[in-house]
């Protein structure tokens, strides 16, 4: 093919044919030129099939750790809810006027105070897809928006507020470890734990953690569902 337009050229400059030359030499520049876009337009469209197709790959490894990251928050939110309301019926138990004598004949001996655990997200697929600018190329604002918003709002959040609840109830079973007993592998508060103000006031004040955790459990629930939505929208 080169030694085709070769001859070409060869035998325009021949035959004096100038201004012909120049014609052939321009559509030859345009042939040129449209055989490196044609050139760019296909290597661009593979470097596009294959970003797409590592964004299908990374939205399923997401997909599947956000359903074992929705299970393990359901759980979590469960424990801390059931925690929570023993807590307050201790709280509340206390206060009665014949608490004095119902501890004394020996009704109430122990209170369960629940389970103790705090969610810890699954980061690892969208890190590695972050840290490879994967991020950047997906083109679905709303796709985009939701998986940011849960793992640079919601799960950063929660796992603060997890963290403040397990300080704060390390803090209580060392104060009230004179209250603590084992009850069949629980643990479990002494009966005359009921009759101290500041402990009770100490309960008081880590159910105000947890309330606000299992608001931030709650809401990060919702962003879990959220990007599951638009994932599932997205790989339709």
Not at 25 to 33: F, K, R, T, Y
Not at 186 to 210: G, T
């Amino acid at each position: 093919m080169i030694k085709f337009f070769r001859r070409i050229r060869q035998r325009l400059v021949s035959e004096n044919k100038f201004s012909k030359y120049l014609f052939y030499a321009l559509g030859e520049i345009i042939l040129v030129v449209i055989g490196i876009l044609i050139a760019l337009g296909i290597n661009n469209w593979n470097e596009n099939r294959k970003t797409e197709e590592r964004i299908t790959q990374f939205l399923i490894g997401l997909k599947s750790d956000l359903k074992n990251d929705l299970s393990e928050i359901e759980k979590v939110s469960e424990a801390q809810t059931t925690r929570f309301n023993l807590i307050s019926e201790f709280i509340e138990l206390g206060k009665k006027p014949s608490i004095k004598t119902t501890i004394l004949n020996d009704s109430i001996k122990y209170y369960d105070p629940g389970d103790n655990f705090t969610f810890f997200p699954t980061v690892g697929t969208y890190n590695a897809a972050n840290n490879a600018g994967l991020m950047d190329h997906i083109k679905n604002e709303e796709l985009k928006r939701s998986i940011l918003n849960l793992y640079e709002h919601f799960y950063e959040r929660v796992a603060y507020n997890g963290v403040i609840l397990d300080d704060r109830t390390g803090q209580l079973e060392w104060e009230s470890r004179h209250y603590s007993d084992v009850l069949k592998n629980k643990y479990a508060f002494d009966k005359q734990a009921i009759l101290d103000e500041d402990f009770s006031y100490q309960l008081s004040y880590l159910n105000r953690f947890i309330r606000i955790y299992l608001i931030r459990c709650k809401d990060t629930k919702a962003g879990m569902e959220e990007v599951l939505n638009n994932i599932d929208a997205y790989l339709k």
